[in-house]
Structure formats: C-alpha cells, structure tokens
C-alpha cells in the first residue's frame, strides 16, 4: 500500500489502528474494513453499527490483520492507487491479489447503472421512491442542467 494510504487507515502516522469502537474509527480504519469485508462480503452502513463494528468476529480477525507501506506503491500513486492483498487461511491455503485502481477512480469510473444501484440501495427505505427518481434522473443530467434543479429536489428530502 501507498505511504499515505498506510498512514492514514493502517496505523502510519495517524495511530494504531489494531481497535475500533464506533463508526468514526471504523470508516478509516483499514483493519476493521478488511474484516468485515471477508466476514460479510460487503461494505454498507450497516457494517458500520456500533452493534456491528463491536461483534468479537470482526474484532477478533482485525487483530490478525498487519499492512505495511511500499514505497513502488507510494511512486505509482496519482495515475493509479494500487494495493496488495494476501490471505492466509487456517489451512495452509494462500490467496493473494494486487489492484492498481478501483472501480469508480478516475481511470476506471462507475458506470451509470452501478451509481444508480448504489445510490437506490443507500436511498431504500430513507427516501420516498418517486422522489429518489427525480433525483436520480436530474443528477444523472448534472452537466446539463441548471444546479438550482437539483438542490431544490434535495431541499425537498426530509431529515430522518
């Protein structure tokens, strides 16, 4: 991982990063994200409950995770973000991968059906349907049409 990748989610500069309480700690903590990643196989605001982030499986296996800086990593950074993984598992069996982006980085960008689900899931049962349409059909029409559009429809969503 890039250095500053590793100093800000991995326990660089910022502190260790081997505990997390709360979803403040949890989001930049890349231990806790990789944790629960393999134990639930995705990554949404529910991995991000108080209850959740302090369940003994998520903190048990955080305890298990290191990250270490590469400085290769670190000089690749701006026209890629790459990143290393390898897993050892109980038995033996090594799984490991490298990526050099993500999907959504501004080489490889979302397409619009991925934000669109995205953004339908984050929006379920917080947002009236029909009005969760309207704003995603104006936002998928950001660069032509006036802002004023959309942040009146946004003015339009109520607090929870």
Not at 7 to 27: F, H, M, N, S, W
Not at 77 to 102: C, H, R, W, Y
Not at 106 to 132: Q, Y
Request: net charge negative; proline share 5%.
């Amino acid at each position: 991982m890039a250095q500053g990748a590793y100093d800000v989610l991995a326990g660089g500069t910022y502190g260790p990063k081997k505990e997390c309480r709360i979803k403040e700690q949890a989001d930049h903590n890349l231990m806790y994200l990789l944790s629960v990643a393999l134990l639930d196989g995705e990554i949404w605001p529910e991995q991000f409950t108080e209850e959740r982030i302090n369940r003994s499986d998520v903190q048990d296996l955080m305890k298990k995770v290191t990250a270490s800086p590469n400085d290769a990593f670190s000089r690749r950074v701006g026209p890629e973000m790459p990143a290393s993984i390898k897993i050892e598992l109980d038995n033996g069996k090594t799984i490991q991968g490298e990526k050099s982006v993500f999907d959504g980085f501004h080489s490889t960008p979302m397409s619009w059906d991925h934000v669109r689900g995205k953004f339908d899931r984050l929006a379920d049962g917080k947002l009236d349907k029909a009005l969760g349409r309207e704003i995603s059909v104006l936002a998928s029409e950001m660069d032509t049409v006036p802002v004023k559009q959309l942040t009146a429809l946004l003015g339009r969503v109520s607090a929870p």
